[in-house]
């Protein structure tokens, strides 16, 4: 799976995200762009889009995409909290849905 790591997520958690082809907000160039738009390109080039924004799958039409949310919930966006999600994290890239979110945590 082409995973994409929104800029609200530490970078290096995708050292922890194996068998993946994983990039992120700043290696794409993507790191000033809104949401609405970043989930349209993100669309064309990845499987699974991975934030931490809460009010994402609300603010947006995810039925239009073609692309799988996933949404973590941790105490914060820290590397130390994400990485405590990873297992799960894992499991839910396996069996995400395009168009849907799927909250993790």
């Known amino acids: 799976m082409k995973v994409f790591l929104d800029e609200c997520i530490d970078w290096r958690l995708a050292r922890d995200i194996t068998g993946h082809d994983v990039a992120t907000a ?3 160039g993507w790191t000033s ?3 609405g738009e970043l989930l349209a390109l993100a669309s064309q080039q990845f499987d699974v889009f ?4 809460r009010n994402l799958s609300f603010q947006q039409n ?3 995409l073609t692309i799988a949310v996933i949404v973590l919930h941790a105490p914060s966006n820290r590397l130390a909290d994400l990485k405590a999600l990873v297992p799960e994290l894992m499991r839910a890239i396996g069996s995400a849905k395009p168009g849907a979110a799927t909250i993790v945590g």
């Open 26 to 28: 700043r290696q794409m």
């Open 33 to 35: 762009i809104r949401n």
């Open 50 to 53: 991975v934030t931490v924004d």
């Open 62 to 64: 995810l039925d239009a």
